[in-house]
């Protein structure tokens, strides 16, 4: 009988050494070259089978022994940030102004190590276990690109973690139903006329137009949508050039909504552009909207999850926790049209020397490294029994 918690100590320091090399050597969204060159120099090592994607991202796939059977796909996302690293770690980023400070490379890293561990026991199982490493997480555009180049072929269930430093160690997170909002990124040009800042009257003041569309957008959750179902906006970027006696001409914002409901989606565009250009309107500006999903809204198949929490009891019994749904998003959320799928919360927090507990998308944001032991098992027993379900 397999055992996923022996499997994973036997390669533990084998996951943090490959983990550490990876943290050196962040690469951003739909850049990661040299991340992709080093799984396959891997898999290869390990004599397992595998196909690159495109333009980055690896697929590979173990076949049981025992003959045919059920498919599961595990997902481990391996992009980082444009985030300067500020942790002083002897393995910290080389490259300037890019960090793994979301944790992709704990999950390419634990992912490695089921890998690892699959092949050494292939001829003690029956199905196929594929493994999806995945580029670009953090635009949007990596779940969908594999999915286009048919890495859900063939998949009955498909698993995922997400490593947090908000959760305690030792401790696994997950629900039923929506975990993840969706993420949208709008872009509204706001167009005036620029004048002398002593005669607004000559212009159209696209600074007094913008900032009240801002405003506007606020009244939108609390007056458009029913308060029932959660909804955040956010302006997070607002541009206005000119200098302190010139109208400005232009006003540029960028922002993001986040909502639980697919139902409130399909209304965004028009809603969006209703009230950015009435508002703009009434300060006779004119107004330029663009709406761009960045993830759907992520939502745990019953099945899948209660597969999942199974496993997880194996692995932490008496630390499996019900996810609380969070507003952050997640493009996992796009495998869920194609199989059923679950997605897992890693608890790794680790305070810094001042006892600190950095959030993830910090330069500062750490990781206990002892968590892998337990994604790694999670990720070998979630498999193990989607495949005899």
Known sequence: MINAKELAHSVQDYVVAYRREIHRHPELSMQEFRTTDRICEELDKMGVSYRRMKPTGVLAEIKGGKGEGKTVLLRGDI??????????LEFASEEPGKMHACGHDTHNAMLMGAVKCFQQVKDEFAGTVKFIFQPSEETGEGAKAMIADGCLEGVDYVYGTHIASSVPLGHVEACAGP???????????????SSHGADPYHGRDAAVAGSAVVMALQDMVAREYNPMDPMVVTVGDIHAPGRFNIIPGE??????????????NATLEDTLNRIAKGVAGAYRCEAEVELIEVAEVNINDPEAYEIGRKAAEKIVPGCV?????????????????????????????????????????????????????????????????????
């Open 321 to 389: 926790d019900v996810a609380k749904p969070q507003m952050g998003g997640e493009d996992f959320a796009y495998y869920s049209a194609y199989a059923k799928t679950n997605f897992f919360t890693l608890g790794a927090m680790m305070p810094d020397k001042d006892g600190k507990v950095y959030s993830m998308h910090n330069g500062h944001v750490l990781f206990d490294e002892s968590a892998f032991e337990i994604g790694v098992a999670l990720y070998i027993q979630v498999a193990l029994d989607a495949l005899e379900a």
């Open 251 to 264: 006003y540029r914002m960028e922002g993001t909504i986040r909502t639980f409901s697919r139902e409130i």
């Open 179 to 193: 975990m993840h909002a969706s993420a949208f990124w709008f872009k509204i040009k706001i167009t005036g006329l």
């Open 79 to 88: 992009d980082a940030l444009p985030v300067q690293e500020e942790t002083g």
